[in-house]
C-alpha cells in the first residue's frame, strides 16, 4: 500500500503533476489537497482506468488527505509572474510551505518530502527547520525538486548539438547533470560526458548554452504574457523525480544514471565530504546527485565534483556564494518566527 499526497493539487503544476502520478502503477492511493477545486480534479482523475484510487480533499480534510502518506510532494504557492521579484515569490509561498509542512509533520511524520515551491533554495529550510522545532525531522526525508534543471539542460544540450542524430533528449542524463541550487545563478550545469561540454565551446554557444539552463525558467513566464510559469515541464520533472522516490520503496531498479536533489547536508552519508569539497563548511543546502534507499536520501554521491572542469568551478562558486543567503533566508524566516 503507497499513498502519495499532492498538497496545492488543483494549480498550474499539481493538476498536471496528479495526471501523470495517476498513471503510476507504485501508487495505491493518490490523496489530492487544495483550498479549491480539489474535488473536480480528483473526480475527474478517478475516471483513469489505473489501479490507484484517487481522492479529493477540501481545506477543513487535511488531515485526512495526508494520515498513512507515504510520500507529500508540495507545489502549493503561487507562481512567479513578469516583474515578479524572488522576495515577493518568497514572501508570499514562505508561509504557505511553513503551513503545510506542519500539518504533515503533524499526521504524516514519516513522509518523505518533496518542495516544489519556489523559491526552493529557501523553501527547504523552512521545511527543515519547522520539522526540527516539532521535533519531526529525519534527514534525508524532506527534498527540493531541482530536476526541472536536468530535464532542460538535456533538452538545450541536444537543441544545440542538433546536428548529432544520435543524440536522444531522454538518454542525456548520463551525459550531463546539474548541481547548486534550483535558481538563476545557483544553476551548475555539469558535463559528466566531458566531450560534450569540449563541442559546445568550439562551437562557441558554452556560454549561451549555461545562461539558458539557469534562466530558462524566464522564456516561459515570458512566453505566458503574464499568465504564469513553468507548469507542465515542472509537472513532469516533479513526477519524474517522485516516480525514482516511488521506485525506491518498492525496491524497484531506477531508470536513471544520477538523480540530483536539493538536499540538507548534516546527518546525511557525505555530507561533511561534500561541504569540504566545495570549500565551505557553513553550507548546510546543495543539489547534488543522491542515492536512495526505501525512498529517502540515504548518501550523495560526492564524484561529480571531483572531476569539474575550471568554467564549472568557477559557476559552483559563485553558486555556493548565493546559496548561503539564499538558505539563510529561509532559516531566519522560521527562527524569527518562533522567537515572537
Do not use: W
Not at 475516471?47 to 494520515?67: F, P, R, V, Y
Not at 548546510?284 to 536520501?297: C, R
Amino acid at each position: 500500500m503507497t499513498k502519495v499526497t499532492i498538497l496545492g493539487a488543483s494549480g498550474g503544476v499539481g493538476q498536471p503533476l496528479s495526471l501523470l502520478l495517476k498513471l503510476s502503477p507504485y501508487i495505491t492511493e493518490l490523496s489530492l489537497y487544495d483550498l479549491r477545486n480539489v474535488e473536480g480534479v480528483s473526480k475527474d482523475l478517478s475516471h483513469i482506468n489505473t489501479n490507484s484510487k484517487c481522492t479529493g480533499h477540501g481545506e477543513i480534510d487535511i488531515e485526512k488527505a495526508l494520515k498513512g502518506a507515504n510520500l507529500v510532494i508540495i507545489p502549493a504557492g503561487v507562481p512567479r509572474r513578469p516583474g515578479m521579484s524572488r522576495d515577493d515569490l518568497f514572501k508570499i509561498n514562505a508561509k504557505i510551505v511553513k503551513s503545510l509542512v506542519s500539518y504533515t509533520g503533524k499526521f504524516a511524520p514519516g513522509a518523505r518530502i518533496l518542495i516544489i515551491s519556489n523559491p526552493v533554495n529557501s523553501m527547504v529550510p523552512i521545511a527543515v527547520e519547522q520539522l526540527k522545532l516539532m521535533g519531526k525531522f529525519q534527514p534525508g526525508n524532506v527534498v527540493g525538486v531541482t530536476m526541472l534543471d536536468l530535464v532542460r539542460a538535456e533538452t538545450f544540450v541536444v537543441d544545440f548539438l542538433g546536428e548529432d542524430s544520435t543524440l536522444d533528449k531522454t538518454k542525456m542524463d548520463k551525459d550531463i547533470t546539474v548541481i547548486g541550487g534550483h535558481s538563476g545563478n545557483t544553476i551548475v550545469p555539469v558535463f559528466l560526458n566531458k566531450k560534450l561540454g569540449e563541442t559546445l565551446k568550439m562551437k562557441k554557444c558554452y556560454d549561451e548554452f549555461i545562461h539558458r539552463v539557469q534562466f530558462g525558467g524566464d522564456e516561459v513566464v515570458k512566453a505566458k504574457d503574464g499568465a504564469g510559469s513553468a507548469t507542465l515541464s515542472m509537472a513532469l520533472a516533479g513526477y519524474k523525480f517522485a516516480e525514482e522516490i516511488l521506485r525506491s520503496l518498492h525496491k524497484a531498479k531506477s531508470t536513471m544514471t544520477t538523480i540530483p536533489a536539493f538536499v540538507y547536508l548534516p546527518g546525511i552519508s557525505n555530507g561533511k565530504e561534500v561541504q569540504e569539497k566545495v570549500g565551505n563548511k557553513n553550507l548546510e543546502y546543495i543539489a547534488l546527485p543522491v542515492n536512495l534507499v526505501y525512498g529517502s536520501v540515504a548518501s550523495i554521491d560526492t564524484t561529480v565534483l571531483d572531476n569539474l572542469t575550471s568554467e564549472e568551478t568557477k559557476l559552483l562558486n559563485i553558486a555556493v556564494k548565493e546559496l548561503i543567503g539564499n538558505i539563510d533566508k529561509g532559516k531566519k524566516f522560521i527562527i524569527g518566527a518562533s522567537k515572537l
